[in-house]
């Protein structure tokens, strides 16, 4: 596989990939970044889960826009149109929860316990 | 090995039916009588046998939750002490999370899952055999060490420190805890077998658009329960070691750290919901199609929601914890998380709706218990919305709102499309037919009896009825509501034993089911009910989503095989092109040995730390047993 198809097939899947790894980053900064948001009040809780949701939309219109690229035989196109549908659904509910999150942490400032 | 050139042919081309078939039959056929029982590997019969014993645990934990019902139906009862009460009450979570939910979804998935990707049996189904024995030999563990008054009392999550060495005097939270090694074990084996199954045997043709919803569904339960179940494997595993060797990863006062366990175990615990969900919503999807009358609506939508409901489920286990003094910014990204799992929950309602809607559907009782899922789901769905909420959790934490709450999930997520499932491939599993009568009369007792019986229980939960309790004071608010609950516990319990007497005399009586009686269009009913041991004369070529709606009458098949060894068809992941022929094992005693070695070393573990020393060389013994070439013509593989 040359480095152009597999970038292809990385982008199609990037909604079931790329898309729950930014929101498991986030996750995980959401346990650690209150303390540091409670003394600096940097509000980087926000501002990374904002770009975190960008990002996932991003992978998500990769994955939708990129099956097209894909040639060959029938099976192959079909499972690549598959998978970019799936995969850019799946991105939008990822987006959504970031986006959540995003919200979440304009509310509080990381003081509360 | 090639064949020698004088060898008979003993592939399946060009061979009539009737020759093919007996061939076949006496290559697969498993043994009849006790030793066959013990050296089986057909995936059915093992699937079969873990139904069977999965309900049984079913009912023995419906007579607990009878009994704890008898218990509260008064203030100050004095029918059950508070230590026996203890008992009860983990046992009935324990045994209905770990004995029954789980195992008997997988158990659902051993038994069709390789019918519905069209294959001849379950990957590995030697380790297949042995996680049954596994299984069972925990759920013997539980029972018998409560029939002698062992039983765990620290609840189904046994929190440190009750459970640690400091107030778990004896061995009761050493039980619980070797139970859970027993029980992911044999759960964590079927998962890799159906991941394989589903990646590598899938009938040729069969893309990843034209899987059945249900094996999607299990196909994604199966990751959930390969990352989810070693958390709580460890986190047993350190409490075993904690009480036995005297380590202290769960003591603060030595450097650890009593959130640990809470952490291990919900890691674990809360995609346990999903690995009980999922595959009853693969089977909802599954079943809804030939009673609407019409393909599933939004097949993408639904593969997509049980993708993106598995990696979710990993980010929500901390609203289990929201009392426990974490930062409330940190309470909120989980509570995100546990409102955007709601998204694709929802979607698969949508799509289930849609296609009712846009059905001409047929009340048969498999439907009725999907509809039954629907609606209590749902309301199960907005509580679990409502307890996702921090303010909201912190007051109903740990009353009976929350009991009410699990139960609307878990059964109405889980049993209700599990009863319907078993109405549906009744047939399939024992060529005969459930009384429908029977059937509409179960559904309704149950539906009415869990409503009256779990509905309430929020209400006393609002009321501030702390669950867990073994009695209380005539004084308080909650006698009324108790008893109602109580009595209509009768009703549910009637409901479920009409359901048991049905599946007994249908197996016995009942009406002789053709090979497709529902007209559905998955590859498990394009063979015989039941089905023979080699599943399939020739293995099918799939060329659509719904098979035998699309090819009802010429259904393409693949030849090539050989009859004189087990073998299958080995295909590529993505588009299931023919890759290779794979031989599949024969019939051994060595899983079976291998777990009577295993369960030895276990329970002895729970008294002596040297038994992992000792025990393991009976284990390796068995294990080089079970590898060691026969002289099979599998071996040639």
């Known amino acids: 596989m040359n480095a152009s198809r597999l970038f292809t097939y990385l982008s199609i899947w990037a909604g079931l990939w790329f898309a729950p790894l930014v929101w498991a980053v986030n996750m995980q900064l959401g346990q650690i970044l209150p303390y540091a948001d409670c003394r600096s009040q940097l509000h980087s809780s926000v501002i990374i889960s904002f770009v975190g949701a960008a990002l996932t939309s991003a992978s998500g219109i990769a994955s939708w826009s990129s099956p097209r690229r894909v040639g060959g035989e029938a099976a192959e196109q079909s499972n690549a149109h598959f998978g970019g549908i799936v995969s850019a659904l799946s991105a939008s509910v990822f987006t959504f929860a970031l986006l959540m999150q995003g919200v979440a942490a304009v509310v509080l400032t990381g003081c509360e316990k | 090995m090639n064949r020698p050139a004088t060898a008979p042919d003993t592939h399946d081309t060009d061979i009539a039916r009737t020759r093919l078939t007996s061939a076949l ?23 079969r046998r873990y139904i069977f014993t999965a309900f049984v645990f079913l009912a023995l934990g419906g007579v607990l939750a009878a009994l704890m019902r008898l218990q509260l139906a008064q203030p100050e009862a004095r029918l059950i002490g508070p230590d026996r009460y203890n008992q009860i009450f983990t046992m009935h979570g324990a045994n209905m999370m770990f004995l029954f939910a789980v195992p008997v979804m997988e158990a659902v998935a051993v038994y069709l899952v390789p019918l519905m990707v069209g294959t001849r049996n379950i990957a590995f189904p030697r380790l297949n055999a042995f996680s049954y024995w596994i299984y069972l030999a925990g759920g013997a563990l539980l029972w018998t060490a409560f029939a002698l008054d062992m039983g765990p009392d620290v609840g189904w999550f046994a929190y440190v420190p009750l459970s640690g060495p400091q107030y778990g005097a004896g061995k009761r939270a050493d039980i619980w805890a070797q139970m859970i090694t027993f029980t992911e074990l044999s759960a964590l084996a079927i998962a890799v077998e159906l991941v394989v199954t589903i990646f590598k045997q899938r009938a040729p043709g069969m893309t ?119 930062p409330r910014l940190g309470d909120s990204f989980f509570t995100a998380s546990s409102m955007a799992i709601a998204v694709p929950a929802g979607i698969q309602m949508f799509c289930w709706l849609a296609t009712l809607w846009d059905g001409r559907p047929v009340f048969k009782t498999p439907l009725l218990f999907i509809m039954g899922f629907i609606v209590t789901f749902v309301i199960g769905g907005l509580t679990g919305v ?211 070695a295993t369960t030895i070393m276990l329970i002895w573990s729970i008294f002596s730390p040297w038994a992992v020393v000792w025990g393991s060389i009976p284990i390796a013994v068995a294990l080089i047993g079970w590898f060691w070439p026969k002289g099979t013509p599998e071996d040639e593989s």
């Open chain 2, 208 to 326: 990843l658009d034209r899987i059945p919803v249900f094996v999607w569904a299990m196909l994604v339960t199966s990751f959930l329960v390969i990352m989810a179940m070693p958390a709580v494997m460890i986190a047993s595993t350190g409490l075993i070691l904690d009480r036995l060797v005297g380590t202290h990863f769960y003591n603060p006062a030595e450097g650890g750290d009593v959130l640990l366990w809470q952490h291990l175990f919900w890691f674990f615990g809360h995609p346990e919901v999903y690995i009980i969900f999922l595959p009853a919503a693969g089977m909802v999807s599954t079943m809804i199609e030939p009673f609407a009358r019409r393909p599933a609506f939004g097949y993408l939508g639904l593969v997509m929601a049980l993708i993106a409901t598995g990696i979710l489920a990993f980010g929500l286990w901390v609203h289990h914890m929201f009392v426990a003094g974490l």
């Open chain 2, 386 to 596: 409502m307890v996702a909420s921090v303010p909201f959790d912190t007051q109903v934490h740990d009353t009976y709102f929350v009991v009410a709450h699990f139960h609307y999930v878990l059964i109405g997520g889980a049993v209700f499309p599990l009863l319907g499932a078993v109405h549906y491939w009744f047939p399939k599993l024992t060529g005969r037919m459930m009384s429908e009568t029977l059937g509409r009369w179960s559904f309704w007792l149950i539906i009415v009896g869990f409503n009256a019986t779990f509905f309430p229980m929020h209400i006393l939960g609002l009321e501030g009825m702390p669950r867990r309790i073994y009695t209380y004071q005539p004084d308080l608010p909650w006698h009324g509501l108790n008893v109602f609950v109580s009595l209509s516990s009768i009703v549910l319990t009637i409901g479920f034993l009409l359901f048991f007497i049905n599946v007994f005399r249908s197996a016995r009586f009942g009406e002789v089911a053709p090979d497709n009686p529902w007209d559905a269009p998955t590859l498990e009913w394009a063979t015989t009910s039941p089905p023979p041991s080699y599943n399939f004369p020739r293995i099918p070529v799939v060329g659509s989503l719904h098979p035998l709606w699309d090819d009802r009458d010429t259904l393409p098949v693949a030849d090539g095989l050989r009859t004189d060894r087990r073998e299958l068809i080995v295909t590529t992941l993505a588009s299931a092109g023919p890759q290779a022929r794979e031989a599949s094992p024969r019939n051994s005693i060595w899983p079976l040995l291998a777990a009577v």
């Open chain 2, 25 to 47: 039959a006496k290559t697969w056929k498993t043994p009849p009588g006790f030793w066959g029982a013990l050296t089986t590997v057909d995936h059915k019969i093992i699937g």
